[in-house]
Nanobody, 124 residues
Framework: QVQLVESGGGLVQAGGSLRLSCAASGLTFSSNLMAWFRQAPGKEREFVAAITWSGANKDYVDSVKGRFTISRDNAKNTVYLQMNSLKPEDTAVYYC?????????????????WGQGTQVSGSS
């Protein structure tokens, strides 16, 4: 079965950096759109970033543009999210998603497979 395992979350001061990783198995990774979403307490799951099969195209929610970078390594079946200049409002559980039908501003319902999530907490 499909498994997505996130890692790299943690507590970081405002302005700091983290890199999230998501290792995928049970699917043909290079044939899958991949994305990161996040969910803060009391809020709906929100799109953060997505990347196409070869990595040629990427999209980001406006609030993270210029600070976050999504990338993928198809040889390692892994997608990454480099987060720089973190802000307290970036605090959320971050989820890796696969099996998407759209890479440009997708909704959560457009992705079929999900990881368990990793907590990112930015302190002021």
């Amino acid at each position: 079965q499909v498994q997505l395992v996130e890692s790299g979350g943690g507590l970081v001061q405002a302005g700091g950096s983290l890199r999230l990783s998501c290792a995928a198995s049970g699917l043909t990774f290079s044939s899958n759109l991949m994305a990161w979403f996040r969910q803060a307490p009391g809020k709906e799951r929100e799109f953060v970033a997505a990347i196409t099969w070869s990595g040629a195209n990427k999209d980001y929610v406006d609030s993270v543009k210029g600070r976050f970078t999504i990338s993928r390594d198809n040889a390692k079946n892994t997608v990454y999210l480099q987060m720089n200049s973190l802000k307290p409002e970036d605090t959320a559980v971050y989820y890796c998603a696969a099996g998407g039908r759209r890479w440009y501003r997708p909704g959560a319902d457009e992705y079929d497979y999900w990881g368990q999530g990793t907590q990112v907490s930015g302190s002021s």
